[in-house]
């Protein structure tokens, strides 16, 4: 059946190329004498039944990618018509990512030698990662072709985004492992080079991806690493898919402890083998067979000792300094696996040289100001805990440069000779206070916003001046804050109409003597919002009704169950109603009269506070001054009344005779009409008429 199968391939989709034929007819033979083609079908079955992708992490069957089970194409660098069904091998460039594009030509090949894997005398394993979802269909699969299987958590492991190893359900048959992870990771995929961006793909390696993941020291053959790395890079040598795997087989080599170290030039592309293929074909250059080379490989890349010889004393120190080497088809599918999870699996390494100088700001920011200096370890511990990543001390030094040239003040050791902190703030200490009073003066907003808001003020600071807990005291203790937390929801939808155009309905409330709030009436009002203001430390809607051309005013912290109504209002926003609540008082707002009072002196703050500074004010006496302006005479009756006896109102007569009558009216009178207030006050305003 595979047989068929794969030959039939061959024939449709590359016209029987003759490489091809012979290199899957040499495969196919290999895989039928050791028993291996059973594992494939289980594994294609896995792959119909289940309908998915699966990516075999033997890399160099040229079978497997015609079978769909490996994405990458083992074959040397070549361009492929799909039409034509012609290939055309290209050998001036070992990739097929590095061939210039050709019109109606596809790109392909990966380079990758079989002759390695059919030389080595044990099995080879194939490994791949499917979705833990599928664990009990693929148990079924493998029980109808009646293979004897192990179902365990063993010790393979993928780091999750926070650099973790997490151990991974494994199920075992002959010579297949399949690792059960996170569906949230995409490590299948069918052909690379239909899901990738080329373009994308060398600037993600270029960039992101060896910035994060190789600027890292380790236990490797060249000391400084990470200094080589950064001295290719500057040196445009890193300019190909081929110089950039070679390197990264340098990267993920692991070397014994007492390697030798050899000069930066030394490590020029190509200078020594990178990964298993490549050192098969160098002792393959150097006279071995293909038995022998296989047996030496196998051994090297495990660390064993071969006692390799060769004329090259810089390869033979090299290759004998080897103690794990990865196989090139590894190499290149861990490179896609990173390019199609980076906003998953490798997100926070790859992220890491965006976000390093965001994490050394933060760590700033919460921790550090002129009386707490923190020092280089500190920053370096604090990241490590806060956000589970370890920072060398250079890149910490290379962040705070940067943020001092983007205009950040920051205090360094040579400043100060103590450490490092953040020398200013978005706001300083006393504009904080002054907020957080003013938040916590406000009725309208409630308790636990203004807590919530003070909190978020007082986050600009350190963490050593964030005195929150003595505000949130106060305000617990409070009886004056409304127990409406809908105010900034309200803020919210009125912005909404306003900008709309709409309409809004709601319900009014107002306090009954039990001290809660109860609905004005027993509908709800249907108005047109024309602004919201503050007056006397309340906020206020501005709105008329959709019937009248009435201006009401709304305390906004009374208004509940408010909602838009998508119907544009017909009504023009008055151009004097601004004018209209600028001189209301109490926010009572009606027409507009001249008022005339005579004001004691004392009283002069409270007057100018209340009505503005473009009033008129004159002197009628050392102790008197009469104030003249236009408002509306609905507030000022509670304004004169709070000031007695140290306001008089002269005009209008209407607005005299109406404080006189609360005078005469008020509730202090007691048996028999006796007044609790002195009856001078009233003789004294009285008199005046």
């Not at 933060?362 to 200096?373: A, G, T």
């Not at 019937?547 to 009374?558: G, N």
């Not at 008082?585 to 500074?613: H, M, P, Q, S």
């Amino acid at each position: 059946m595979i047989k068929n199968f794969l030959f039939n391939i061959v024939e449709a989709k590359y016209l029987n190329n003759h490489y091809m034929l012979e290199r899957v007819k040499k495969e196919y033979a290999f895989l039928e004498k050791r028993n291996r083609l059973q594992e494939i079908e289980i594994l294609l079955t896995i792959k119909d039944e289940l309908d998915i992708n699966l990516v075999v992490s033997e890399s160099s069957f040229l079978t497997l990618y015609l079978l769909y089970l490996s994405p990458i194409n083992p074959m040397p660098a070549h361009y492929y018509n799909k039409e034509r069904g012609k290939i055309s091998f290209a050998n001036y460039e070992k990739y097929g990512l590095d061939l210039p594009d050709k019109m109606n030509y596809i790109k392909d090949g990966f380079n990758i030698i079989e002759d390695y894997i059919l030389n080595l005398d044990e099995n080879f394993i194939m490994e791949l990662y499917i979705d833990e979802k599928y664990e009990k269909d693929i148990l079924k699969i493998i029980e109808k072709f009646n293979v004897k299987y192990s179902n365990f958590t063993g010790n393979s492991t993928i780091k999750d985004k926070f650099d973790n190893f997490i151990r991974l359900k494994t199920i075992s048959f002959n010579y297949v492992r399949i690792f059960l992870k996170d569906s949230k990771l995409k490590l299948n995929f069918n052909n690379i080079y239909d899901e990738i961006d080329e373009k994308e793909f060398k600037t993600f390696l270029c960039t992101t991806y060896y910035i994060n993941e190789f600027l890292k020291k380790k236990t490797t053959f060249y000391e400084d690493y990470s200094e080589e790395y950064y001295f290719m890079t500057k040196r445009n040598y890193l300019l190909s898919f081929k110089d950039f795997l070679y390197y990264q087989g340098l990267r993920k080599t692991e070397y014994k402890i007492n390697g030798k170290i050899y000069d930066k030039n030394y490590f020029l592309p190509p200078r020594v083998p990178a990964n298993i293929q490549d050192i098969f074909i160098y002792l393959k250059y150097m006279g071995y067979n293909n038995r022998e080379a296989a047996y030496i490989t196998k051994r090297l890349s495990f660390g064993l000792e071969v006692g390799f010889k060769s004329n090259d004393e810089g390869i033979k120190d090299y290759i004998n300094s080897i103690s794990h080497i990865w196989p090139k088809g590894k190499l290149i599918l861990r490179l896609f696996r990173a390019y199609f999870n980076k906003d998953e699996f490798f997100r926070w390494k790859m992220a890491n040289s965006r976000l390093n100088i965001l994490y050394v700001y933060k760590i700033l920011h919460d921790y550090s100001d002129e009386n707490n200096i923190i020092t280089m370890p500190e920053v370096l511990n604090k990241i490590k805990i806060n956000y589970g990543i370890s920072l060398d001390r250079r890149t910490v030094l290379n962040s705070i440069k940067d943020l001092i040239d983007f205009g950040i003040e920051i205090s360094t050791y040579s400043d100060n000779r103590k450490g490092y902190y953040l020398m200013t703030r978005l706001l300083e200490d006393s504009e904080i206070r002054l907020l957080s009073d003013a938040i916590f003066s406000l009725s309208y907003i409630s308790k636990r916003q203004s807590k919530d808001l003070i909190e978020k003020i007082e986050k600009i600071q350190s963490i050593y001046k964030r005195k929150i807990s003595k505000y949130i005291r106060s305000i617990e203790d409070s009886g004056n804050k409304i127990n409406n937390a809908q105010v900034f929801l309200n803020v919210e939808i009125i912005s909404e109409a306003i900008e709309n155009n709409f309409l809004v309905e709601f319900n009014y409330f107002e306090y009954g003597l039990n001290k809660k709030l109860h609905p004005r009436r027993n509908h709800t009002y249907i108005m047109k919002p024309h602004e919201m203001v503050a007056n006397n430390r309340k906020y206020y809607l501005v709105a008329s009704s959709r019937d009248y051309d009435d201006i009401f005013v709304f305390r906004l912290d009374y208004i509940m169950d408010l909602k838009v109504i998508e119907e544009i209002a017909n009504k023009k926003t008055p151009k004097d109603y601004e004018k209209l609540f600028e001189k209301s008082t109490y926010a009572f707002v009606g027409k507009d009269e001249r008022i005339v009072l005579r004001c004691d002196k004392v009283i002069l703050n409270y007057v100018i506070e209340e009505f503005g500074t473009d009033i008129s004010i004159k002197e009628e006496n050392e102790k008197y001054f009469i104030a003249d302006f236009n408002a509306s005479s609905k507030g000022v009756v509670f304004w004169a009344l709070q000031f007695l006896p140290y306001v008089e109102v002269i005009k209008p007569q209407s607005l005299r005779y109406e404080i006189i009558e609360s005078i005469k009216n008020n509730l202090y009178k007691l048996w028999g009409g006796n007044l609790w207030i002195k009856r001078d006050i009233l003789k004294y305003f009285i008199s005046w008429n």
